[in-house]
């Protein structure tokens, strides 16, 4: 039996089509889940060092690491998604539910996408915290 829905002329969604996603997937949330991890624990010896110091600098690299935890919960909410609407879009081909099929799968690949897309914005300001320390070594000079 081959569970196929016709998108387009010469075109199908088979039921292998959203399972490709699944390793890309897991291979992401692997590393969102380190890159959590370790902003979570430099969060932690930050606020310490914060709280016996109480220096701006510190401050201003948690509030960096603040940015960046949101973005990586954003990007881990957004990746879960897109795992569960691959999951409904094979139930779709399964079942011969063209429509929800197709409408699941191009949402996954839209979330995938977003997710993907918050990455490269937290990659972008991982930089921050850095550029805040040079910046505090610059103004004592």
């Keep these: 039996m081959r569970a196929d829905i016709g998108i387009t002329s010469g075109m199908t969604l088979e039921v292998s089509t959203p399972a490709l996603l699944f390793p890309a997937i ?3 949330f692997l590393s969102y889940t380190n890159r959590f991890l370790h902003l979570s624990a430099l ?3 930050l606020h310490h060092e914060w709280l016996r ?14 940015r ?3 973005l990586i919960r954003t990007m881990q909410l957004f990746g879960a998604i897109s795992l569960f609407l691959c999951v409904v879009s ?3 081909v399964i079942g011969s539910f ?4 197709i409408t699941s799968f191009l949402s996954a690949l839209i979330l995938m996408g ?3 897309a918050c990455l490269v914005y937290e990659v972008w300001i991982s930089g921050g915290a850095l550029r805040i320390l040079l ?3 610059d103004g004592k000079k």
């Design 135 to 137: 910046n505090a070594v």
């Design 90 to 92: 094979m139930l779709g």
């Design 53 to 66: 110091n109480g220096d701006a600098t510190l401050r201003a690299q948690i509030d960096n690491l603040r």
């Design 114 to 116: 977003v997710s993907l």
């Design 68 to 70: 960046r935890l949101t």
């Design 26 to 28: 897991s291979l992401l």
């Design 98 to 101: 063209k429509t929800v099929a």
């Design 43 to 45: 969060i932690r010896d």
